[in-house]
């Protein structure tokens, strides 16, 4: 059974405050020519990343928040890329976090070739493994890569596990995860979800679990929707930490 959560005291690990580490644009190409651009963030100078995080934007586009949270993952030790998911429809797009944001986010998603997203997330896995080709014996598969998303990057991140291989995926109220159960992911897996979703009802958890019992589902009581981001009006501080707490400790793991 999915497991509920209580919320902690205990001071948050949360990549949430911007540190040393400022991130930056780059632009990418998918085994398919698609150009993109993704945003960047390296561990400081002098420190070796321990491995790649691959982090996947909400429906708004790549929002300060998303850079915040790649930026403070590089802190913590990661080398990061965030995919700008919507450049090859309409290149450079951030969204407002509001009715008329989602509406344009949703439209825009809808006209992206089908499979486009997870090859501009294959490609930021490639551009990980490439450059840290020597992180170990056993070539460029040696460095270890996750994914994380949120909202609609959750379910990326989900599919991600299922097709790419990725070593570890993290998922934040991604949404239709219980309609893409078959096949199971291909690595380990965790899901965070708010108690208080509006449109990810307590069914799709139970349909998730029953079908892919391996996988770890947290469920965070009173949170609703994108209640990790600090810039939405849905952020839940308390779950936020916890979940942030459990993330990271999946990926030193995992990674």
């Known amino acids: 059974m ?20 400022r991130g930056r ?11 993109f651009q993704a945003w960047e963030a390296l561990p400081p100078e002098g420190v070796t990343p321990r491995a ?15 850079r915040e949270v790649c930026n403070s993952l590089a802190e913590q030790g990661y080398h990061v890329l965030a995919p700008a998911l919507f450049d090859p429809v309409r290149p ?6 509001d ?19 997870q090859q501009l997330i294959a490609a930021c ?20 890569v996750g994914v994380l998303g949120f909202c609609w990057g959750g379910l990326l991140a989900w599919e991600a596990a299922q097709i790419l291989p990725v070593n570890a995926a993290n998922c934040w109220y991604g ?6 159960c078959n096949p199971p992911p291909a690595c380990p897996t965790e899901l965070q979800f708010g108690a208080e979703d509006s449109y990810i009802p307590p069914a799709d958890w139970e349909t998730i679990h029953k079908a892919c019992p391996e996988v770890k589902i947290f469920i965070y009581p ?5 209640f990790g981001c600090t810039t939405r009006a849905s952020y839940d501080p308390e779950a936020a930490s916890l979940a942030w707490k459990r993330t990271l400790e999946f990926f030193k793991t995992y990674l």
């Open 125 to 144: 896995l490639d551009t990980l493994r490439k450059e840290h080709a020597g992180h170990a014996k056993g070539g460029e598969k040696a460095f270890p």
């Open 52 to 66: 790649g995080l691959i982090v996947l934007q909400e429906i708004f586009g790549l929002t300060d928040y998303i």
């Open 175 to 180: 949404g239709g995860i219980a309609q893409h």
């Open 25 to 35: 644009l780059r632009d990418l190409t998918s085994a398919d020519g698609q150009a």
């Open 92 to 97: 450079g797009t951030v969204l407002a976090y």
């Open 222 to 226: 009173g949170a609703g929707h994108g």
């Open 2 to 21: 999915p497991a509920a959560s209580t919320p902690s005291s205990a001071p948050p690990e949360s990549p949430s405050v911007p540190g040393s580490v």
């Open 99 to 117: 009715q008329a944001g989602l509406t344009e986010g949703l439209a825009l998603r809808d006209r992206l070739s089908p499979g486009m997203p």
